[in-house]
């Protein structure tokens, strides 16, 4: 199941390209070449490379902490967010 933000408190990096890469599976179909949408990381000589997981993890955790920001304390049940 990908994830949705209605049943999820957050929307992280990986839920977006689950979800860029299941759409264009299911509206062109799973023999397009490639693997579809990834993170890269930019190297200082300017070639780039696949995100290793811990660099997704910390892109994941950014995208959390962007959205507990932009909540402005309008969580209606007042709960404890964990990471």
Request: no cysteine; glycine share 6%; proline share 7%.
């Amino acid at each position: 199941m990908i994830p949705s933000p209605k049943n999820k408190m957050f929307f992280t990096t990986s839920d977006l390209l689950q979800r860029l890469n299941s759409s264009i599976n299911d509206s062109v179909g799973p023999d397009v070449p490639g693997d579809g949408f990834e993170l890269q990381r930019q190297m200082p000589d300017g070639s780039y490379r696949r995100a290793e997981k811990s660099e997704l993890a910390a892109a994941n955790f950014q995208t959390k902490m962007k959205q507990v920001r932009f909540d402005n304390g309008k969580n209606p049940f007042n709960t404890i967010i964990e990471f």
